[in-house]
């Protein structure tokens, strides 16, 4: 009956809205068929009406990380359509409605109907303050490994089963012998 499919979608959308990742779904053409709460907050959208059978790809996913076009063609959610089985990347981004960007990790999900692809629906995630925490990891490490080579003292790390896990080249300079013979 028409009361059970509109309580049926009613529970769909209660479900999109409810979820903390950004849904969106798009037609085989990239058009926006749909999207949930979490996409118009994280995207600083007002309404799904801005983005109903629009290009979602143009919106907000046409640069590349590196700042270069992102054709359709090659977009993870594109891929999705042609291969017809889930997709994923870690390194997209995204672009705001105001043409602030982020880093995203994203899945897209192919739509199925008669085993035809009709469309897709795609998650993805705010990482930026995942990838700054990880650049900040590397600069740590960086500047550890710069302090321990550069030191005028021979180090040696062991590891708990007595393996020598790294050694700078003052210890190897003490023992007469090349430093990568040292490293585990």
Not at 11 to 21: D, G, M, P, T, Y
Not at 40 to 47: E, G, H
Not at 110 to 129: C, H, M, R, S, Y
């Amino acid at each position: 009956s028409d009361e059970e499919v509109r309580r049926s979608e009613e529970i769909v959308r209660l479900l999109l809205n409810s979820a903390a990742e950004a849904i969106y779904g798009l037609d085989c053409n990239g058009r926006c068929t749909f999207c949930n709460n979490s996409f118009l907050r994280l995207m600083s959208y007002d309404s799904e009406k801005e983005l109903i059978g629009k290009n979602v790809h143009d919106l907000i996913h046409h640069t590349k990380v590196d700042g270069s076009e992102y054709p359709f063609e090659e977009c993870v959610a594109h891929r999705g359509f042609i291969e017809g089985k889930q997709t994923h990347s870690e390194n997209e981004m995204f672009w705001r409605k105001d043409g602030s960007s982020f880093y995203a990790e994203c899945w897209s999900h192919p739509i199925l109907q008669n085993d035809e692809v009709t469309g897709a629906v795609v998650t993805f995630l705010d990482i930026t303050k995942r990838r700054e925490a990880l650049q900040e990891l590397h600069n740590s490490e960086e500047l550890y490994r710069s302090l321990i080579e550069n030191i005028d003292l021979g180090i040696t790390l062991i590891d708990k089963d007595h393996t020598i896990i790294m050694t700078n080249s003052a210890q190897g300079r003490m023992f007469g012998r090349d430093v990568h013979s040292f490293k585990g």
